[in-house]
């Protein structure tokens, strides 16, 4: 069955983190719905796509030549053949009853458990850019339905104008039944080596999934090599391709904890998500400002630690006597950063009246704030501080 998206649809944009109502009337977006299938073929194993595209380091899965065109894929997961029950009664040899089992045990349908919990409200996601009567762009992914009304979590790079980040349609999936909806969860728990399953439609193959563990609950954008907006992502080893961009990361408990949304080219298990804490946000700024406000500084920073903090000391012996902080290396001229007065070199250990010793911290304090004062305590060579008071500007998505 074709649904094409109907009224007023809210679409998460975890690859630039933007939650945004798409506005080009010009492009469709279809979601789909798959017939039931028998309960042993609900789900069905990845296979590795091959023939990766060489170059630079990472892509999002959208990027590979997409195979099977002329039609846009519908589809969703349809239930397993077990229910998505608490694991607490399955053994760790996967019987039920074992006394020696605890409820973090992996048995021996803990991830089908998991996959069922989520699977019915997996989504494939086909989006043709028309221009002028021709269709030149079709963007395939996956996405997950987050709440009864419709509304579709997914990732930028499958529905939106990717040149422009320009969102392309303003409307919700229309159903005569009631939609199933997947468990939001919390990413702040995770341990790397903690269990995680990946869902989607890797190569429009539907109803996959994939597993593995969690590799790094912070890489950061920096260590990826990728410029813009700072983040930290889950990295994982579970297999993505082409196709599982925007589907969902989901723990044990059958709850989502991340956006799947880029994988190293050439490499197996290194895959990367958006933890779903970061989601959250985006979501709460999205329904309260009807867009994603993003407040912009002007600085380029970087966390200190002590083993950075004795290398600048022993570059220079003026660096300030500080334990923690983040180092502004440069300022961009005309910001609001150089406008309240920073300088290369200020180490920031204060803002908005709170301790400050990472990045993510200052980007969490402002959350959606432009227009608003912050103090912002620094500290200059030889120990000089400074209090600093700075407006954030809106982001404009060309910087």
């Known amino acids: 069955m074709l649904l094409r998206v109907g009224r007023r649809a809210a679409l998460l944009l975890a690859a630039t983190a933007a939650f945004s109502r798409l506005r080009d009337p010009d492009t469709a977006v279809y979601v789909s719905a798959s017939p039931p299938q028998p309960p042993r073929q609900a789900f069905s194993s990845s296979a590795a796509a091959e023939g990766l595209r060489s170059g630079t380091c990472l892509f999002s899965p959208y990027l590979l030549p997409y195979p099977f065109q002329g039609f846009p894929v519908l589809n969703t997961f349809t239930s397993a053949s077990v229910s998505p029950a608490n694991n607490g009664d399955q053994g760790s040899d996967g019987s039920s009853g074992d006394p020696r089992c605890c409820p973090a ?28 009567g021709w269709v030149n762009e079709q963007s395939i992914g996956s996405g997950t339905i987050i709440d009864p009304d419709g509304t579709i979590l997914t990732c930028a790079h499958v529905v939106a104008d ?27 728990q995770l341990q790397p080596g903690d269990w995680v399953v990946a869902l989607g439609c890797p190569l429009s193959l539907q109803n996959t999934v994939t597993a593995g563990i969690v590799s790094c609950v912070d890489r950061k954008s920096s260590d990826l090599g990728l410029g813009g907006l700072r983040r930290e992502y889950l990295q994982t080893d579970c297999a993505i391709n082409q196709g599982n961009s925007g589907g969902p990361l989901v723990n044990l408990d059958g709850e989502i904890i991340g956006v799947n949304v880029m994988k190293v080219r050439n490499a197996d298990g290194l895959s990367f998500a958006v933890p779903i804490d970061s989601v959250i946000k985006i979501v709460d700024n999205f329904n309260k400002n009807g867009r994603v406000v993003r407040p912009w500084l002007g600085l380029k920073m970087l966390d200190l630690n002590p083993m950075i903090i004795a290398q600048l ?36 250990v204060e803002f908005g009246g709170k301790p400050v010793e990472s990045i993510k911290e200052i980007i969490d304090i402002m959350g959606d704030k432009v227009g608003i004062p912050f103090k912002v305590l620094v500290k200059r060579a030889n120990n000089v501080t400074v209090t600093l008071t700075v407006i954030p500007e809106e982001a404009d998505a060309s910087r």
């Not at 458990?113 to 086909?126: L, R, T, Y």
């Not at 990717?162 to 702040?188: C, D, W, Y």
Request: aromatic share 4%; proline share 9%; charged share 20%.
């Open 105 to 132: 045990c992996l048995g021996r349908n803990s991830i089908a458990k998991a996959a069922s919990a989520v699977g019915p409200a997996v989504v494939n996601i086909s989006s043709m850019h028309d221009m002028h």
């Open 162 to 188: 990717f040149q422009s980040t320009k969102a392309i349609v303003r409307r919700k999936i229309k159903s005569m039944t009631p939609l199933p909806a997947a468990r939001l969860g919390s990413s702040s």
């Open 313 to 348: 000391k022993e570059k220079s012996s003026t660096f300030p006597d500080v334990r923690k902080g983040v180092l502004v290396p440069m300022v961009t001229p005309a910001s609001p950063a150089e406008q309240a007065g920073f300088r290369p070199g200020d180490v920031v």
